[in-house]
């Protein structure tokens, strides 16, 4: 589904150039959770940028779905790409509901069916109490379930998360990393970055990047063990 | 150790993680040799194995020797299969001694592989050769481990959330001393001096 393939990027810093991506490549496919930790400066949210279409590579190839993002052959975002941020924008005083709605209805869709989507999107999300909240209500993990509600109204093939659990309570960030789980078993690529390397457990494959180098077993390795999981074994 | 008897206290040191294990199911609950190997089977699956039920009886056999367990009264010189075995107070207390001695064996183990690691700084390339492969192993170790969030609520999943939860935060500190390590043995390779910590 998405494909990254020696993918490198570079950053002036003052007078040093600073590689961040270098010869990066990466695989991720339908219904399969990969989730990255570096360490702070690692270039984790420029892979994420990157994979979501939002940045484009200094060079190698990004293909989603067998279309060309770095080229800027299909914008993907919100197209089939959904990218998950931490904090929700616009009116703090927004009803919840209206929030994750504004993406169908800047998109056309009926008010009537902008809710009743966002409702779904919101209960999936396992967010649907949180519906007459107010944005500046929501706690941390409430937020988080909000944003991914409104990414999911969207249903997205791909989504993509910047250290989802980050902020989160303990309790709450299982529940959140078993909501990743469920959505990849539905058949949703799933790629998120973590803050602490702890954050990676739970996803069917773990990277790290460091150095500019993204290190772990590649897709094939593990297909065996995903083909599993999404059974149910 | 112990207050056993002085045949008892005589024995080496039992070293089976197999027979530790037995012990740890009987004082869980008295049970019958058979029940036992079932239930190993089912607790340890994935990390002991039996090689076959007469296992069980050797090992239980191993465990009476040394006083950790007895015969239930009532069962004493019944069929083999129909003897059931308790927990002495002795077997308590050593398999107390026992899990808690398996804190500085952890911390044996992960020295010598830093030692192990140490000893290839001359070739720095090598090490973070090895280095990468012993973090794709805690990478792939993280990824099959189960999700503290989906095991079984209650104390049926008592052991699979305790499990989960001790791979998760031990495995991400290995993971987090491989990218330290690395940098440092990359900057040994470059004949720069390492930085003191990698960047947070």
Same mark, same amino acid.
């Given at each position: 589904m998405l494909e990254l393939e020696n993918v490198s990027k570079r950053y002036r810093d003052g007078q040093r150039e600073r590689i961040v991506l270098n010869d990066v490549s990466l695989e991720i496919g339908a219904g399969e959770l990969v989730a990255v930790w570096g360490t702070r400066r690692s270039g984790r949210t420029t892979l994420l940028r990157i994979a979501a279409g939002i940045e484009a590579p200094d060079s190698g190839s990004v293909r989603f779905q067998g279309h060309d993002l770095a080229g800027g052959e299909q914008r993907s975002l919100g197209e089939g790409i959904g990218f998950v941020r931490k904090r929700l924008r616009g009116n703090e005083e927004q009803d919840v509901l209206e929030q994750v709605a504004a993406p169908l209805l800047a998109r056309g869709v009926s008010v009537e069916r902008a809710r009743e989507l966002a409702r779904e999107a919101l209960s999936r999300a396992g967010a649907q109490e949180c519906l007459t909240s107010r944005v500046s209500e929501l706690g941390s993990g409430e937020t988080l379930r909000v944003a991914l509600a409104r990414t999911l109204c969207l249903s997205p093939a791909l989504l993509v998360l910047d250290e989802p659990?980050?902020?989160?309570?303990?309790?709450?960030?299982?529940?959140? =990393?078993? =909501? =990743?789980?469920t959505l990849a078993r539905d058949g949703v690529a799933v790629l998120f970055s973590a803050g602490e390397p702890s954050e990676l457990a739970g996803a069917q494959r773990a990277l790290t990047l460091g150095e500019g180098e993204l290190r772990g077993p590649r897709a094939q390795e593990l297909a065996p063990v995903v083909a599993l999981r999404r059974r149910g074994v | 150790m112990g207050a056993?008897?002085?045949?008892?206290?005589?024995?080496?040191?039992?070293?089976?993680?197999?027979?530790?294990?037995?012990?740890?199911? /009987?004082? @869980?609950?008295?049970?019958?040799?058979?029940?036992?190997?079932?239930?190993?089977?089912?607790?340890?699956?994935?990390?002991?194995?039996?090689?076959?039920?007469? +296992?069980?009886?050797?090992?239980?056999?191993?465990?009476?020797?040394?006083?950790?367990? *007895? *015969?239930?009264?009532?069962?004493?010189? &019944?069929?083999?299969?129909? %003897?059931?075995? !308790?927990?002495?107070?002795?077997?308590?207390?050593? +398999?107390?001694?026992?899990?808690?001695? !398996?804190?500085?064996?952890?911390?044996?183990?992960?020295?010598?592989? /830093?030692? !192990?690691?140490?000893?290839? &700084?001359?070739?720095?390339?090598?090490?973070?050769? /090895?280095? #990468?492969?012993?973090? $794709?192993?805690?990478?792939? @170790?993280?990824?099959?481990?189960?999700?503290?969030?989906?095991?079984?609520?209650?104390?049926?999943?008592?052991? &699979?959330?305790?499990?989960?939860?001790?791979? %998760?935060?031990?495995?991400?500190?290995?993971?987090?001393?491989?990218?330290?390590? $690395?940098?440092?043995?990359?900057?040994?390779? #470059?004949?720069?001096?390492?930085?003191?910590?990698? #960047?947070?």
């Open positions: 659990v980050a902020t989160v309570e303990l309790g709450e960030r299982d529940e959140i =990393l078993a =909501l =990743l789980r | 056993g008897s002085g045949r008892a206290q005589a024995l080496p040191a039992m070293h089976s993680p197999v027979n530790w294990a037995l012990l740890g199911l /009987v004082i @869980e609950r008295p049970s019958y040799a058979y029940e036992l190997a079932h239930r190993f089977e089912r607790t340890y699956e994935g990390a002991l194995s039996l090689s076959s039920v007469s +296992h069980v009886y050797t090992a239980l056999a191993t465990l009476r020797e040394r006083e950790l367990v *007895e *015969e239930v009264p009532g069962t004493q010189g &019944a069929l083999r299969s129909r %003897r059931r075995y !308790q927990a002495t107070t002795e077997g308590l207390l050593e +398999h107390e001694q026992w899990l808690v001695g !398996q804190v500085s064996e952890e911390r044996r183990r992960q020295r010598l592989l /830093v030692t !192990q690691l140490g000893a290839l &700084a001359r070739t720095p390339e090598r090490a973070i050769e /090895v280095l #990468d492969a012993y973090e $794709r192993a805690c990478l792939a @170790e993280l990824a099959s481990a189960p999700a503290a969030g989906e095991a079984t609520p209650g104390t049926t999943g008592l052991v &699979a959330r305790l499990s989960a939860e001790e791979t %998760r935060l031990s495995v991400a500190a290995k993971i987090a001393w491989a990218q330290y390590a $690395r940098v440092q043995l990359r900057s040994l390779a #470059d004949g720069k001096s390492a930085a003191p910590a990698a #960047d947070g």
